[in-house]
């Protein structure tokens, strides 16, 4: 006699994603897992007395959709305050910071998040731009790559910040050529020197956000996310505490940070780290810097950008990054690295080559390549590395390259930005993300711009690159199959097919077919995250 189901999901369109079964119109889940992929007539087989049926009516179910790059943890400080991510120019900048200063109570800062570095016209970043908006209140406000932030005028010097510092990392403190900070600070080390005197939140509110958030992600469809740092070690505790009583709306694979300096001691215990587990979370992975980004000059291009800038990794001797891949690749560690420029993308191409093992090269993924040339895009494919890419940071550059992220490149690599359809076409595995809080969260958004190579909802905005525009297959795969194929899940994730997760999504309309534009707003039906439903409209 067969299995009983606990849940049956029927009236679909089912895309499984599985060449051996591509579509299906019901499917039954047990502990967790997927019993069996079939018809309406299969349903009576799989029912018992206490099966759930969840008659999607006419939607279509997909594999759940998992974030390839996000930061949840991170994020929530990073994303805290008023958001300015919609101010476009001086004035609207001024507009916002000045409300905010006016409701600032004594001895309160305004924190702020998500501004665009286009909103300060082309003039250099500096406190002296936003001093007047704010009479006097203290303000630390990110910037939208996460990557760099601006301090008002009192408050670098109410954290101690009164020259220029050395970092082991690429890092400024950028200072006037008396040596009086501007205010901007470029890289983490450098924003770090910030947090003992900004505020903080209880770690109940913390808690509370946090879950919060996942809710969120899972409304919008998502059922995982390559989570990109564990900076804060309290956050295993904290995930510990929520299953204690609880669960995980989305599933979360961590890579914690890889950061210069670090010794075989270091390595040697973020090896030991992995594999640390609960029900929906788990250790996977390390994550390295090979540069920052372009806006703040601390990408690494072949050639220097527009200000001279630009002709250093992150990590100051690249051989070091070159030995700590290599002592994680024979323990079997997987890792992903961030590189926006040319030369950082070729540094992690050349390092994996150098691993004489196949089985080795295919544990690493490089994370955002923003710009590469055609002789870097056949070796993604030729040496297994995936591409980890986030298409909705187009958003913050535009076709005629009058952007900051284009002018700094120049036309030339500006004209090869975000290169999603070489490189699949050239057979790489490409894997799509967010990298929230740098852009939203919502997947549908992703998708939808992944075709568009614009925001969806925006007819009038002109496409970036559109030649790199993906097929809505593609699109999906890269929030599916594609991004279990990057970390070795191919057996248990990324399609519908009995003995899979049941990690599950349901939108209103077909996400492989359906206009993209009417993608970015479908409604999501459900989303089902290890069997259990975690959001149902």
């Known amino acids: 006699m067969p299995a009983v189901a606990d849940t049956i999901l029927t009236g679909a369109h089912v895309r499984t994603l599985d060449p051996d079964r591509p579509s299906a119109t019901a499917v039954a889940v047990k502990d967790g897992r997927i019993l069996a992929v079939g018809d309406g007539s299969d349903v009576r087989d799989w029912r018992g007395a206490g099966t759930e049926i969840v008659d999607l009516a006419g939607a279509t179910l997909i594999p759940g959709l998992v974030d390839g790059h996000s930061h949840p943890s991170l994020g929530r400080e990073m994303a805290t305050g008023l ?20 409701a600032a109570g004594p001895g309160d800062w305004v924190v702020a998040h998500g501004l665009d570095h286009n909103a300060f016209g082309g003039r250099p970043i500096h406190h002296d731009l936003i001093d007047p908006a704010l009479a006097g209140v203290p303000a630390f406000i990110r910037l939208y790559d996460g990557h760099s932030a601006l301090a008002s005028g009192p408050a ?34 450098a924003m770090s020197l910030m947090d003992h005197v900004l505020p903080r939140e209880s770690a109940a509110v913390r808690s509370e956000r946090f879950l919060g958030l996942l809710r969120d992600m899972a409304a919008s469809g998502l059922t995982g996310a390559h989570v990109m740092d564990l900076q804060d ?71 220097p950008d527009c200000h001279g800038r630009g002709t250093e990794a992150f990590w100051p001797d690249p051989a070091a990054y070159t030995r700590a891949v290599r002592h994680l690749a024979r323990a079997g560690v997987r890792t992903a ?31 955002h ?66 990298d929230w809080p740098i852009a939203h969260y919502d997947p549908r ?32 795969e890269g929030y599916t199959s594609h991004s279990a194929r990057s970390v070795g899940e191919q057996d248990v994730a990324g399609r519908i097919a009995s003995g899979y997760r049941a990690d599950l999504t349901a939108f209103a309309v077909d996400p492989v077919t359906a206009p993209a534009d009417e993608l970015g707003e479908a ?13 149902r409209a």
């Open 156 to 189: 670098p010097a109410a954290a101690g910040i009164t020259g220029p510092r050395a970092f082991d990392q690429r890092a400024h403190v950028v200072c006037c050529p008396d040596a009086r900070p501007t205010g901007h600070l470029v890289e983490f080390a």
């Open 369 to 434: 390549i923003e710009t590469a040339p055609d002789s870097q895009v056949p070796r993604f494919a030729r040496l297994g590395v995936a591409a980890s890419m986030q298409p909705t940071h187009l958003v913050y550059t535009r076709a005629d390259h009058r952007d900051e992220w284009s002018k700094r490149v120049g036309e030339e690599r500006a004209g090869r930005a975000w290169r999603c359809r070489d490189l699949r076409d050239a057979g790489a595995v490409l894997v799509l993300g967010s």
């Open 233 to 303: 070690p309290g956050v295993l505790d904290l995930l510990a505490g929520i299953e204690e009583s609880g669960e995980l709306p989305v599933r979360l694979r961590i890579a914690p940070w890889c950061m210069p300096g670090t010794d075989e001691e270091g390595l040697d215990h973020l090896i030991e780290m992995q594999g640390t587990h609960g029900r929906r979370w788990r250790v996977g992975g390390v994550k390295f810097f090979m540069d920052g980004a372009v806006e703040g000059g601390t990408a690494w291009p072949e050639h």
């Open 337 to 367: 690295t961030h590189a926006i420029g040319d030369a950082a993308v070729r540094h992690v191409l050349d390092t994996v080559e150098l691993l004489d093992d196949p089985a080795l090269r295919a544990l690493h993924r490089i994370e």
């Open 445 to 476: 958004e992703v998708l939808a711009t992944a075709r568009l190579r614009r925001l969806p909802g925006q007819p009038e905005t002109e496409p970036v690159t559109v030649g790199q525009a993906l097929t809505g297959l593609m699109a999906l």
């Open 83 to 102: 958001d300015l991510s919609r101010c476009r120019d001086p004035g609207e900048l001024d507009i916002a910071l000045a409300g905010a200063a006016r």
């Open 523 to 535: 409604p999501v039906t459900l989303t089902m995250t290890g069997g259990a439903v975690v959001h």
